[in-house]
């Protein structure tokens, strides 16, 4: 369905990047990776993406925080690939305090990355995509792009600004090919959700299975992680023509977070 289309997954070295890009690689959409990571093991997964699909895969480091090497990439796909169809907006960290204890440093990282590396990737991507007719920009939001929970300050304004960016974005390409949504996943098991139920069983004196348990219970109604697999299926659907029609959206798959 996506054989000749070229794909970059930002933040793709891990987690729901990295399930994304094995699904449009699936689907036949060559890849380039991106995201951070030991060397030989990014290696090893570009190799097994290509030849698991019989793809062209490819790897671009680009720090997504850097509007300069945000540039190299977006033209390295056209170099190297001839072409940018699928721009999926993915890489994110995260940071959690209070607001009166929030260091501005923290603040000014997650914003660079969760919320202007979009801005970036799409003011170079959007030309490309108006030259071909054709282009899908999928932002990875978040629950957290549509309704808020304490201590996340910087990550929730983040990730409202890219609700209102997929919008705007959306409005601006409308009848151009390109469409421009946003998907917003509840709680999965990444290394990102990892590090927050690590914190939660040190302070609440639980283990693993019961801070899992705890974290799921507190938001996610349906008691499970959604996977990564299941996001990229829903990518790929964002990227299939019977989506044409279907832009400046939001896309929850959360367990029911925010129907509460
Ligand atoms: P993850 O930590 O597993 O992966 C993050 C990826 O981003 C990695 O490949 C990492 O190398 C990359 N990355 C981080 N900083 C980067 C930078 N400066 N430049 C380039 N790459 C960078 O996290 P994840 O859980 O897979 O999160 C992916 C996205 O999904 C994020 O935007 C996150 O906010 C969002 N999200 C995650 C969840 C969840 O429950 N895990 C829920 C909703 C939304």
Not at 106 to 132: E, G, K, Y
Request: charged share 20%; hydrophobic share 45%.
């Amino acid at each position: 369905m996506l054989r000749g289309r070229t794909a970059i997954i930002t933040g793709s070295t891990s987690g729901i990047g990295l399930g994304v890009a094995r699904r449009l690689a699936g689907a036949g959409a060559d890849i380039v990776l991106n995201g951070f990571g030991d060397a030989d093991e990014i290696e090893a997964l570009r190799a097994d993406i290509a030849n698991t699909h019989g793809v062209r895969a490819t790897y671009h480091g680009a720090d997504m925080s850097k509007p300069a090497e945000i540039a190299a990439l977006i033209a390295h796909a056209k170099a190297e690939h001839g072409r940018l169809d699928i721009l999926v907006n993915n890489a994110g960290i995260q940071f959690v305090a209070p607001v009166e204890e929030f260091p501005p440093e923290r603040w000014d990282a997650v914003i660079a990355i969760n919320l202007s590396a979009s801005f970036h990737t799409t003011r170079l991507a959007v030309p490309l995509m108006r030259a071909q007719g054709w282009g899908r920009i999928i932002n990875i939001a978040s629950a957290h792009g549509l309704v808020a929970s304490v201590n996340k300050v910087a990550y929730v304004s983040a990730k409202h600004g890219l609700v209102g960016m997929t919008k705007v974005v959306a409005l601006e390409t409308a009848g151009s090919g390109i469409t421009v949504n946003a998907i917003c996943p509840g709680w999965v098991l990444t290394p990102l959700v990892q590090k927050q139920v690590d914190a939660l069983a040190e302070s609440k004196g639980l283990n693993d299975a019961e801070a899992r348990e705890a974290l799921l219970g507190e938001k996610q109604p349906s008691k499970k992680f959604v996977s990564p697999e299941q996001l990229g299926g829903l990518a790929v659907f964002l990227c299939s023509e019977d989506a044409a029609q279907v832009t400046g959206t939001t896309h929850s798959m959360d367990g029911g977070w925010v129907a509460q």
